[in-house]
């Protein structure tokens, strides 16, 4: 009956501390209270502090006004910069991919432009049209692809964010999220 009671109360314990768990992070807010950017823990980022030193790496929040970055600690006050890039991985595969098919488009069109054409009489046949017509669906298709991996691709380099505190526009503390 006790080991029942223990495994049940350990069960109910453990359920009420994941349910009441609190996502914590760093929230950067503009002045004028429009603008907020949350930086989540675990989150890769570099921090400018106030002695000029330079700190790589992930976040982590210690507690209110402290947060470690790359095993250093330091308090929020302290920050000058702060700059996280979130590396989207499924938008530059996705990117990459619509690249690659849209210059296997491209060339699969140029190929059937190109193709040895047969023709029946000094008109044109039936089937050069077809030929022609294929051709410039996949040239088509393999433009759209490519221009929409590019811009997939370059988009990701300016998902770079970054913040300033020292003009103090810029204003920095922890938030404990539900």
């Known amino acids: 009956m006790t080991k029942t009671f223990f ?32 930086i989540r823990e675990n989150t890769k980022i570099t921090v400018y502090l106030s002695n000029h030193l330079k700190i ?10 402290t947060i470690i970055v790359d095993d250093t600690a330091f308090s929020i006050r302290t920050i ?7 590396v989207n991985h499924a938008r530059i595969a996705t990117g990459t991919t619509l690249l690659i ?14 193709a040895p054409t047969t023709y029946s009489s000094n008109s044109v046949s039936s089937t050069s049209l077809t030929e022609a017509t294929c051709s410039f669906a996949f040239c088509t298709a ?18 770079q964010k970054e913040f300033d505190l020292k003009s103090g526009y810029w204003s920095a503390f922890v938030a404990h999220e539900k």
């Open 7 to 38: 495994f049940l109360f350990s069960i109910f314990f453990t359920s009420i501390t994941l349910i009441s768990a609190q996502n914590v992070a760093l929230v950067l807010q503009s002045r004028n209270h429009e603008n907020d950017f949350a």
């Open 80 to 86: 000058d910069y702060i700059s996280a890039n979130k």
């Open 56 to 65: 790589s790496g992930r976040l982590f929040i210690k507690n209110d006004s």
């Open 142 to 159: 393999g433009c759209v692809a490519g221009v929409t991996g590019i811009v997939m691709l370059v988009s990701q380099l300016f998902n």
């Open 101 to 114: 098919s849209g210059a296997v488009g491209i060339g699969v069109g140029a190929l059937i432009a190109n």
